[in-house]
């Protein structure tokens, strides 16, 4: 059960925000189970004594033609399975670090405006038109602006 553990760690929370991707997760889950399940490596010893007994020379054409049937190799295919899960996953998680990237740049700007509304509702009583000014300069070009397209006066 370690693929499912893997799943449960590194996928489920990368689905759980968006109701459609929960269903995928769920989905592939239940597959990845169900092929270990299918896939446990428990060998049962056939008897080919008891066989012969009951079927005599035809017992032996029978342990000859399951001898040569090829064995699968269970790990090989938990590995492929695991690939899949990774290839169909990867672009998701790459569009989640993208967004918490964004959402850590956001945070920093939000940060920065409470600041500064601190700094505002600190020094209002004694702040000067110059002193806001000099702190955002943003506002001070846009009245600049303003006044050179004569839109600082607007009649309404």
């Known amino acids: 059960m370690a693929i499912v553990d893997d799943l449960e760690r590194k996928f489920k929370p990368l689905a759980a925000p968006n109701s459609e991707l929960l269903e995928k997760y769920k989905a592939m ?32 054409t029978l342990r000859a033609s399951f001898d040569e049937i090829p064995k699968p190799k269970y790990e090989e295919l938990k590995a492929l399975d695991m690939q899949e899960v990774e290839k169909i996953f990867k672009p998701i998680m790459e569009e989640a670090e993208k967004v918490c990237e964004e959402a850590d740049l956001a945070l920093v700007e939000i940060d920065k405006t409470q600041q500064d509304i601190y700094w505002v509702q600190d020094n209002l009583d004694t702040m000067t038109v110059e002193e806001f000014l000099d702190k955002f300069p943003d506002v001070r070009d846009k009245i600049d602006e303003e006044i050179r397209n004569n839109e600082w006066y607007i009649d309404e």
Request: charged letters at 45%; hydrophobic letters at 35%; proline letters at 3%.
């Open 29 to 60: 889950r239940e597959r990845v189970i169900d092929v270990e399940q299918n896939m446990k490596n428990e060998t049962v010893e056939i008897d080919w004594e008891e066989w012969r007994e009951k079927l005599g020379p035809f017992a032996d």
